[in-house]
T-cell receptor
Framework: KQEVTQIPAALSVPEGENLVLNCSFTDSAIYNLQWFRQDPGKGLTSLLLIQSSQREQTSGRLNASLDKSSGRSTLYIAASQPGDSATYLCAVADYNTDKLIFGTGTRLQVFP | GAGVSQSPRYKVAKRGQDVALRCDPISGHVSLFWYQQALGQGPEFLTYFQNEAQLDKSGLPSDRFFAERPEGSVSTLKIQRTQQEDSAVYLC????????????FGQGTRLTVV
């Protein structure tokens, strides 16, 4: 059964720091991996999608990498800003079940 | 529409009441998913539609939960005889075709059963 884990569960950093959020999954049979952002009381906003054949994707200050064989993905946020404060969720599109399976998220706080 | 729309945004139900949650997917998206998110947790899969066909309902927690998408567009998630443990955020997502394509989520409906 596919399981997705995110570390750390929470992170508090000063503005301007570069930071890395980690996501690991137990079964490498995936179609893709998606990173989402969730603000308190809101839905999920898609940030980046990496296909299983890709190694990384970039959007602005965000860069996501995927190492499918080791079951890992990282989300790199450059020059963090207070507006980046949110919960970040990763989800894998599981090949065996055809489902998006989520981690429990990393709650990020960036303080001025 | 521009994005996935869910209504109502908030719902308070008395225990035992029936509720209906609505999801309007992005126009042209074949696939529609319902997820349940408990406080502090990641979303958990409930059910999946491809057009009007419900292909997977393995995540529905009990037979009190029922979902439909009769015309392959708008979907409704119905919960009968609500219980306190049903309190959660219910998220709807749509995609062009299944999980192989990018999923877009709505704002969710926060259900509180009192």
């Amino acid at each position: 059964k596919q399981e997705v884990t995110q570390i750390p569960a929470a992170l508090s950093v000063p503005e301007g720091e570069n930071l890395v959020l980690n996501c690991s999954f137990t079964d490498s049979a995936i179609y893709n991996l998606q990173w989402f952002r969730q603000d308190p009381g809101k839905g999920l906003t898609s940030l980046l999608l990496i296909q299983s054949s890709q190694r990384e994707q970039t959007s602005g200050r965000l860069n996501a990498s995927l190492d499918k064989s080791s079951g890992r993905s990282t989300l790199y946020i450059a020059a963090s800003q207070p507006g980046d404060s949110a919960t970040y969720l990763c989800a894998v599109a599981d090949y065996n079940t055809d489902k998006l399976i989520f981690g429990t998220g990393t709650r990020l706080q960036v303080f001025p | 529409g521009a994005g996935v729309s869910q209504s109502p945004r908030y719902k308070v139900a008395k225990r035992g009441q029936d509720v209906a949650l609505r999801c309007d997917p992005i126009s042209g998206h074949v696939s529609l998913f319902w997820y349940q998110q408990a406080l502090g947790q990641g979303p958990e899969f409930l059910t999946y539609f491809q057009n009007e066909a419900q292909l997977d309902k393995s995540g529905l927690p009990s037979d009190r939960f029922f979902a439909e998408r009769p015309e392959g567009s708008v979907s409704t998630l119905k919960i009968q005889r609500t219980q306190q443990e049903d309190s959660a955020v219910y998220l709807c997502a749509s995609s062009l075709r299944g999980v192989r394509t990018e999923a877009f989520f709505g704002q969710g409906t926060r259900l509180t059963v009192v």
